[in-house]
């Protein structure tokens, strides 16, 4: 495999296992009461907006040539730190 696949499978294994978090965490935030429902609901949906923007970012990565890849790790890594931050952040606020 080379470190491209390898890359891109731990990236997918990373977003995919915060993907399944926010699924428990948004449950979760069901649970609360109104008021705070809908609070949590809204970070909720901003929290699956980055996830989707983790997801496109990935694509391109995975799009990219064997010679210009390598530029993108740090992009992606930054994509994937904020929404962990993010996703840390509001599981601390749940």
């Known amino acids: 495999m080379t470190a491209k696949n390898t890359y891109i499978e731990t990236m997918k294994s990373q977003l995919d296992a915060l993907d399944a978090n926010m ?4 449950a979760k935030a069901e649970e609360a009461k109104a008021d705070a429902r ?3 609901l809204e970070e909720m949906r901003k929290l699956r907006h980055q996830s989707k923007l983790a997801s496109a970012k990935l694509d391109e990565l995975k799009a990219a040539s064997e010679d210009t890849w ?11 730190e ?5 996703f840390n952040y509001f599981k601390s606020q749940v």
Do not use: G, P, W
């Not at 699924?23 to 948004?26: D, V």
């Not at 904020?82 to 993010?86: E, I, M």
């Open 82 to 86: 904020a929404l962990v931050h993010s």
């Open 38 to 40: 809908d609070a949590y």
């Open 23 to 26: 699924n428990k965490l948004e």
């Open 70 to 80: 390598k530029a993108m790790t740090t992009e992606m890594d930054k994509v994937r």
